[in-house]
């Protein structure tokens, strides 16, 4: 098991960046991958960006990519988001997740065992 707790998010203006953190508990953070979703009002949960186990493999969602980065930092056991660019369509809360079996990056929520409280992130006009 993993306890994920989120931080980092708050207000922020159109085109301004943020960095979202992760920490992790246990000794054993290296072993899992690692994800990062988000839900905006009214809309369903969707996938943001993965980092494999090691932090070789990334992988973001279309309406990210190129805006955000996804990193990690096992001797913290801690990963990160950070957004740069924000517009509005990014106002959701942020979700960190943790896979044990995943052997590299995948997209689908289902393949994650443990998930933070989330974090609320919202861009303004």
């Known amino acids: 098991q993993v306890q994920l707790v989120e931080s980092g998010g708050g207000l922020v203006q159109a085109g301004g960046s943020l960095r979202l953190s992760c920490a992790a508990s246990?000794?054993?953070?290296?072993?899992?991958?690692m994800g990062w979703f988000r839900q905006a009002p009214g809309k369903e949960r969707e996938f943001v960006a993965a980092?494999?186990?090691?932090?070789?493999?990334?992988y973001y969602a279309d309406s990210v990519k190129g805006r955000f980065t996804i990193s990690r930092d096992n001797a913290q056991n801690t990963v990160y988001l950070q957004m740069n660019s924000l517009n509005p369509e990014d106002t959701a809360v942020y979700y960190c997740?943790?896979?044990?079996?995943?052997?590299?990056?995948?997209?689908?929520?289902?393949?994650?065992?443990?998930w933070g409280q989330g974090t609320q992130v919202t861009v303004s006009s």
């Open positions: 997740a943790a896979g044990w079996s995943i052997r590299t990056v995948v997209a689908g929520a289902a393949d994650y065992d443990h």
């Open positions: 246990g000794r054993t953070f290296s072993s899992y991958a």
């Open positions: 980092i494999s186990r090691s932090g070789g493999s990334t």
